[in-house]
């Protein structure tokens, strides 16, 4: 008996279009820069978050350093070093990475959702609701950052979970203005007015079709947000005005080790300055890719 097959399922077959994740993921993959970054990015938040675990050294107890040589140059023993208070410089940077990327992703999400939810609102809605939350954000907006921010912990306080909350709730400002571009769009183009036409609530619509129209903004936003905000926090460390002792975060060991620089302790600034500028790079490479992933043009019909 002689199997034989059928043209027709042949060539339906290969014309069949290629599944939407798989057309991201060659599209994302195509950008040598990001993958190179999701996996830079995975190795150091895998050793944040597991190296302080697995080998828990001493990072919180200044009087158990004594009998370790203070600001020590690089060894076997410590492969960079120990800092001015005697700690592992290695273990160091692990141990304030595993604060800096959990304050950065979580400040990072809040500021997407509420600048995204805010966003869309706005330009959905328009009229004298968008002149009102856009003044709103003007407002805001002309108030320099940093100021706010260190305005806010100097009356607050700083403890790690305020710190994730101002950082969040302060930055979703930008990110708002660019999610009501793209609802002032969509709500504009057929399908939104066609939706409209048939008794579509406005929230149907943006759920069913500003959000996921919006989605490839949304992701790159995200991304970038996250950068943000490890940058807002390590720069608050370097003000001093980061996490409260005996934690600790990069922009406080950088403040630390800029004080130590002078006297030649090279290896208090420049490993963890590699790492962290890195860390914002990766992220913003991965964003770059995520945009052209989740562009619908990209995409194949």
Known sequence: M??????????????????????????????????????????????????????????????????????????????????????????????????????????????????????MISGFFGGIVDTVMMRIIDAMLSIPFYFLLITMITIFGRSTMFLIIIIGVTGWFGNARIIRGDALLIRKLEYSQAATSMGASKWHIIRQHVFPNSISNIVTVATFSVADAILALSALGFLGLGIRAPQTDWGTMLQYGATQLQNGYWWEVYPLGAIFILVVVAINYIGDALRDAFEVRLLER
């Open 2 to 119: 002689t199997l034989t097959s059928d043209p027709i399922s042949v060539t339906n077959v290969a014309n069949s279009p290629t599944p939407v994740w798989r057309q991201r993921l060659r599209i994302f993959t195509h950008n040598k820069l990001a993958v190179i970054s999701v996996v830079y990015l995975v190795i150091i938040t895998a050793a944040c978050y597991l190296i302080p675990h697995i080998d828990p050294g001493n990072q919180t107890n200044q009087a158990l350093t004594f009998n370790t040589k203070w600001n020590a140059a690089p060894s076997l023993h410590h492969w960079l070093g120990t800092d001015s208070s005697g700690f592992d410089e290695l273990g160091r940077i692990w141990y304030g990475g595993e604060y800096s990327m959990t304050l950065g992703f979580l400040a990072g999400f809040i500021t997407i959702v509420v600048g995204t939810v805010y966003g």
